[in-house]
């Protein structure tokens, strides 16, 4: 004759809990491993870029983006990652851009936008244009061509024949690089260099503007200059 045990019922309960306990710790440390992910191993820390807290303070945006370069210990590629972190949960962390040479990455004031001067090898390098998808995540803008349409510009403004341009457009021809952004966060200083033997023409260095709204350059500094001055504030109430 079968006699139920009067624990029973008891300890199927508790097997029952135990189960879904290792599930949810499961789940944690699955959510912690994905963001602890970046850089991987054998990376260290060699710089940190945080959001401008005095600028949030005089009314800019909140900016929760942190930009960490990391290099690598080993020879193995690639040799630097530059990776986004939160600055409020710092083990949220995404892979941005990685290289073997050199590249330099700047957040727009807005934090909208990221400029990379991408140099993959001397002589070279060519400004690429990021846009912020959602939390750490952006994505390049591909039709950009920063690059190319600086060299046009500078060509076409300086009236010279299609035979320069032949002379700049090709990779380690000539170096095209950002160097500020535009305070409303729609415009990129760039500077055109180029000093190789034997060309026909070299650059010291000749600036011009990108302009974001319309994807056209020029020479005017007022679309660099848009939104840069704004009233006074007052950090203590009058007396």
């Given amino acids: 004759m079968h006699v139920d045990h009067p624990s029973y019922p008891l300890f199927v309960r508790l097997l029952?809990?135990?189960?879904?306990?290792h599930l949810f710790l499961l789940a944690i440390f699955t959510t912690v491993s994905c963001f602890a992910a970046e850089?991987?191993?054998?990376?260290?820390?060699?710089?940190?870029?945080?959001?401008?807290?005095?600028?949030?303070f005089f009314g800019?945006?909140?900016?929760?983006?942190?930009?960490?370069?990391?290099?690598r210990r080993t020879d193995d590629s690639p040799a630097f990652k530059i990776v986004l972190s939160s600055l409020a949960d710092p083990s949220r962390k995404e892979l941005f851009f990685a290289y073997d040479r050199a590249a330099t990455a700047e957040l727009s004031p807005d934090g909208q936008w990221f400029i990379v001067n991408d140099r993959p090898f001397r002589g070279q390098c060519a400004p690429r244009l990021?846009?912020?998808q959602s939390g750490l995540k952006f994505a390049e803008v591909k039709t950009a061509r920063i690059r190319a349409r600086a060299i046009d510009f500078f060509v076409r403004?300086?009236?010279?024949?299609?035979?320069?341009?032949?002379?700049m457009i090709g990779e380690g021809d000539c170096i095209v690089e950002s160097e500020i952004w535009g305070e409303d966060s729609k415009a990129l200083l760039l500077r055109i260099a180029k000093g190789r033997t034997g060309e026909p023409i070299?650059?010291?260095?000749?600036?011009?503007?990108?302009?974001?709204?319309?994807?056209?350059?020029?020479?005017?500094?007022?679309?660099?200059n848009r939104d840069s001055i704004?009233?006074?504030k007052y950090l203590a109430p009058k007396k």
């Fill in 130 to 132: 990021f846009k912020h």
């Fill in 39 to 56: 850089p991987g191993p054998d990376y260290e820390l060699v710089s940190k870029v945080e959001p401008d807290a005095d600028a949030e």
């Fill in 230 to 232: 704004s009233p006074g």
């Fill in 16 to 21: 029952s809990a135990i189960a879904k306990l």
């Fill in 60 to 71: 800019g945006p909140h900016i929760d983006i942190v930009t960490e370069v990391y290099r």
């Fill in 157 to 167: 403004y300086n009236k010279y024949p299609a035979s320069i341009r032949e002379h």
């Fill in 202 to 224: 070299w650059i010291q260095s000749w600036r011009c503007v990108y302009d974001l709204k319309t994807g056209k350059l020029t020479t005017d500094l007022r679309t660099l």
